[in-house]
Structures are given as structure tokens and as C-alpha cells.
């Protein structure tokens, strides 16, 4: 059984950090691109963040890029979502998937293109 567990989400002023984890099971982790994604009330989900199964190539939204850094650890079968400057737009629920892939460095930023996916967390920044 596939199960993607995000945590990390909460309440934090604007200009401030939070981190994201994502706990991959059920898997064979080194075989999946990942990504986070992003959903605000009454929005579509939104490209956050990808990066490759190698861990060596990632992509970001223009809203984040500078401000969002995405990495993984294979050994503990995990992505993370380090998130700073924080603005009240970024309030959303966050979303971990997964995309199982033969190519070693690509990325992924289309929801319709990932297989698995999480619960999501809440993340709110107050202005």
C-alpha cells in the first residue's frame, strides 16, 4: 500500500519559515520524481516544487523560486519542502506526490502527470 505522509504544515507570520516532510511507504523510492504541490480555497492545485529521482535536478513556481528549496533523502525515503520569507499568498494546503518514471533527471510540474499523492497539510501565514 502506497502512503505519502506529509507533516510540518502550521500557522506562521509573514516572513517567516516553515519546513515540509513528506514520508514515502510503500514504494520504491529511488524510482519516483516528487513534488509538492498547493491548493488555496476556491483555486485549482498548483505546481509548487519538483525534483528528480537522482535528487540532482529540481524545479520551482516563479512565486517561490528563491525562497522554496525541495530535496530528498533516499535513505530515509523522504522529500522536504523548505519554505522561507513566507507571504500570506503561500496559505494553502500542500500536497506530496509521486511520479514513477524511467527518466533519472527529469522533473515533473503537471498534477495530471503524478500517481500517488498525499493528504496535504495546512499551511497559513498571517499578515
Known amino acids: 500500500q502506497v502512503q505519502l505522509v506529509e507533516s510540518g504544515g502550521g500557522l506562521v507570520q509573514a516572513g517567516g519559515s516553515l519546513r515540509l516532510s513528506c514520508a514515502a511507504s510503500?514504494?520504491?523510492?529511488?524510482?519516483?520524481?516528487m513534488g509538492w504541490f498547493r491548493q488555496a480555497p476556491g483555486k485549482e492545485r498548483e505546481f509548487v516544487s519538483g525534483?528528480?529521482?537522482?535528487?540532482?535536478?529540481?524545479d520551482y513556481a516563479d512565486s517561490v523560486k528563491g525562497r522554496f528549496t525541495i530535496s530528498r533523502d533516499h535513505a530515509k525515503n523522504t522529500v522536504s519542502l523548505e519554505m522561507n520569507s513566507l507571504k500570506s499568498e503561500d496559505t494553502a494546503v500542500y500536497y506530496c506526490?509521486?511520479?514513477?518514471?524511467?527518466?533519472?533527471?527529469?522533473?515533473?510540474?503537471?498534477?495530471?502527470?503524478?500517481?500517488?499523492w498525499g493528504q496535504g497539510t495546512q499551511v497559513t501565514v498571517s499578515s
Open positions: 506526490a509521486a511520479e514513477r518514471t524511467m527518466a533519472y533527471s527529469r522533473t515533473y510540474i503537471k498534477v495530471a502527470e503524478y500517481d500517488y
Open positions: 510503500g514504494i520504491s523510492f529511488s524510482n519516483y520524481a
Open positions: 525534483i528528480s529521482r537522482s535528487g540532482g535536478n529540481s
